[in-house]
């Protein structure tokens, strides 16, 4: 059994772990599921894992196979069928396949898709774009959180609220902080305490 320098849970039945610089996976025995060969991994998600060679990151299956290239600046775990990438300093969405679905022309993006959603920056803006890569709410915002029942926190000149899927203020922008909806509740700050 190996001594682990670092290491995250498990996902998808495997977890990378860290043995002297270099990474790979094990499965739930403690058995190697893949060679230690990688400068940084991420944990499995949707049957890929990200791994990063060199300068690099891309992803690899379950059979130690690199079925996305590590040519990425930065990535995210697959989510929906999505993943985060930056590439030139610029971010856009992978498909499962390695197919650049989103184009790499947003100066940020969230980490993953939420309700169908994700938040993406635009001329130092934030707003929302669907899985096709429709902007469907205006990057207008100063800063925005993840959809959760349906609603998303956004804050504009200091204030903050929340907006539906369509961009409509649903909530007031009239708060000093806001936290995301979780069964029908979310905490608010109302001058210097939350309720």
Sequence with gaps: MLEYDDAYSFSDGLAAVKVGYNW???DKNGYKATSFIY????SFSEGLAPVKIGLGWGFINKKDEIVIPC????VSSFKDN???FMLNGKYGFLDNTGNQVIPA???DAGYSFSEGLVSVKENGRWGFMNKEGKIV???VYDQVEYFSEGLASVSLKGKEGYIDQKGKKVIPLKYKSTMPFSENWAA??????YR
């Design 105 to 107: 022309t947003y100066q």
């Design 137 to 139: 709410i205006p990057c």
């Design 71 to 74: 040519i990425y600046e930065k």
């Design 188 to 193: 608010v700050k109302v001058k210097d305490t």
């Design 24 to 26: 790979g996976f094990i």
């Design 39 to 42: 400068d940084d991994a991420y």
């Design 82 to 84: 999505r993943a985060r």
